[in-house]
Nanobody, 121 residues
Framework: VQLQASGGGLVQAGGSLRLSCAASGRTSSTYTMGWFRQAPGKEREFVAAITWSGGSTFYADSVKGRFTISRDNTKNTVYLQMNSLKPEDTAVYYC???????????????WGQGTQVTVSS
Protein backbone atom coordinates (compact mmCIF):
# COMPACT_ATOMS: atom_id res chain seq x y z
CA VAL A 1 0.00 0.00 0.00
CA GLN A 2 1.31 3.43 -0.94
CA LEU A 3 0.02 6.52 0.79
CA GLN A 4 0.32 10.04 -0.59
CA ALA A 5 -0.49 12.94 1.73
CA SER A 6 -1.22 16.40 0.40
CA GLY A 7 -2.90 19.66 1.33
CA GLY A 8 -0.38 21.12 3.74
CA GLY A 9 0.69 24.73 3.61
CA LEU A 10 1.06 28.00 5.48
CA VAL A 11 -1.98 29.40 7.24
CA GLN A 12 -2.60 32.06 9.86
CA ALA A 13 -3.76 31.15 13.33
CA GLY A 14 -7.51 30.60 13.34
CA GLY A 15 -7.50 29.43 9.74
CA SER A 16 -8.33 26.08 8.21
CA LEU A 17 -6.69 23.45 6.05
CA ARG A 18 -7.84 20.11 4.69
CA LEU A 19 -5.32 17.34 4.31
CA SER A 20 -5.88 14.43 1.99
CA CYS A 21 -4.27 11.01 1.90
CA ALA A 22 -4.69 8.92 -1.22
CA ALA A 23 -4.01 5.21 -1.03
CA SER A 24 -2.87 3.10 -3.95
CA GLY A 25 -1.50 -0.35 -4.56
CA ARG A 26 -3.00 -3.24 -2.66
CA THR A 27 -5.50 -1.02 -0.95
CA SER A 28 -8.15 -2.29 1.35
CA SER A 29 -11.12 -0.40 2.64
CA THR A 30 -10.85 -2.46 5.81
CA TYR A 31 -7.75 -0.62 6.98
CA THR A 32 -7.94 1.74 9.91
CA MET A 33 -6.57 5.08 8.75
CA GLY A 34 -4.76 7.49 11.01
CA TRP A 35 -3.07 10.86 11.03
CA PHE A 36 0.04 11.60 13.04
CA ARG A 37 2.23 14.67 13.28
CA GLN A 38 5.78 15.50 14.22
CA ALA A 39 6.96 18.95 15.20
CA PRO A 40 10.65 19.90 15.10
CA GLY A 41 12.50 18.43 18.04
CA LYS A 42 9.50 16.44 19.20
CA GLU A 43 8.36 12.87 18.92
CA ARG A 44 5.71 11.86 16.45
CA GLU A 45 2.26 12.01 18.03
CA PHE A 46 -1.15 10.62 17.26
CA VAL A 47 -3.73 13.05 15.89
CA ALA A 48 -6.79 11.10 14.73
CA ALA A 49 -7.96 7.71 13.50
CA ILE A 50 -11.00 6.33 11.72
CA THR A 51 -12.26 2.79 11.33
CA TRP A 52 -12.66 1.19 7.95
CA SER A 53 -16.39 1.88 7.88
CA GLY A 54 -16.00 5.43 9.08
CA GLY A 55 -18.36 4.63 11.91
CA SER A 56 -15.85 5.29 14.66
CA THR A 57 -13.31 8.04 15.07
CA PHE A 58 -10.83 8.93 17.78
CA TYR A 59 -8.93 12.14 18.39
CA ALA A 60 -6.07 13.35 20.48
CA ASP A 61 -7.27 15.72 23.18
CA SER A 62 -5.22 18.52 21.68
CA VAL A 63 -7.27 18.53 18.46
CA LYS A 64 -10.67 17.37 19.65
CA GLY A 65 -13.40 19.73 18.53
CA ARG A 66 -11.15 21.39 15.94
CA PHE A 67 -10.11 18.56 13.63
CA THR A 68 -12.35 16.09 11.80
CA ILE A 69 -11.19 12.88 10.17
CA SER A 70 -13.25 11.30 7.42
CA ARG A 71 -12.80 8.85 4.57
CA ASP A 72 -14.20 8.05 1.16
CA ASN A 73 -13.57 4.39 0.42
CA THR A 74 -14.77 4.78 -3.15
CA LYS A 75 -11.80 7.09 -3.70
CA ASN A 76 -9.39 5.31 -1.35
CA THR A 77 -8.87 8.67 0.35
CA VAL A 78 -8.88 9.85 3.94
CA TYR A 79 -9.19 13.49 4.94
CA LEU A 80 -8.27 15.60 7.91
CA GLN A 81 -10.22 18.85 8.16
CA MET A 82 -8.35 21.18 10.47
CA ASN A 83 -10.14 24.26 11.78
CA SER A 84 -9.18 26.92 14.32
CA LEU A 85 -5.54 26.17 13.73
CA LYS A 86 -3.00 27.20 16.32
CA PRO A 87 0.75 27.78 16.02
CA GLU A 88 1.29 24.65 18.10
CA ASP A 89 -0.33 22.64 15.31
CA THR A 90 2.72 23.34 13.18
CA ALA A 91 4.25 20.00 12.20
CA VAL A 92 4.76 17.51 9.43
CA TYR A 93 1.56 15.51 9.16
CA TYR A 94 1.65 11.85 8.19
CA CYS A 95 -1.13 9.52 7.19
CA UNK A 96 -0.90 5.85 7.97
CA UNK A 97 -2.85 2.62 7.50
CA UNK A 98 -3.29 -0.21 9.97
CA UNK A 99 -4.71 -3.68 9.53
CA UNK A 100 -6.38 -3.41 12.92
CA UNK A 101 -7.58 -0.62 15.17
CA UNK A 102 -4.65 1.43 16.46
CA UNK A 103 -3.86 4.81 17.95
CA UNK A 104 -0.17 4.17 18.55
CA UNK A 105 2.25 4.56 15.68
CA UNK A 106 3.67 1.08 16.19
CA UNK A 107 0.25 -0.29 15.30
CA UNK A 108 0.39 1.11 11.78
CA UNK A 109 1.73 -0.89 8.88
CA UNK A 110 2.01 1.67 6.08
CA TRP A 111 3.04 5.33 6.12
CA GLY A 112 2.86 8.25 3.74
CA GLN A 113 5.65 10.73 3.16
CA GLY A 114 4.22 13.61 5.18
CA THR A 115 2.99 17.09 4.38
CA GLN A 116 4.11 20.26 6.14
CA VAL A 117 1.58 22.39 8.00
CA THR A 118 2.78 25.74 9.28
CA VAL A 119 0.52 27.99 11.36
CA SER A 120 1.69 31.54 11.84
CA SER A 121 0.68 33.63 14.84
Amino acid sequence: VQLQASGGGLVQAGGSLRLSCAASGRTSSTYTMGWFRQAPGKEREFVAAITWSGGSTFYADSVKGRFTISRDNTKNTVYLQMNSLKPEDTAVYYCAAARGWATLDRGYDFWGQGTQVTVSS
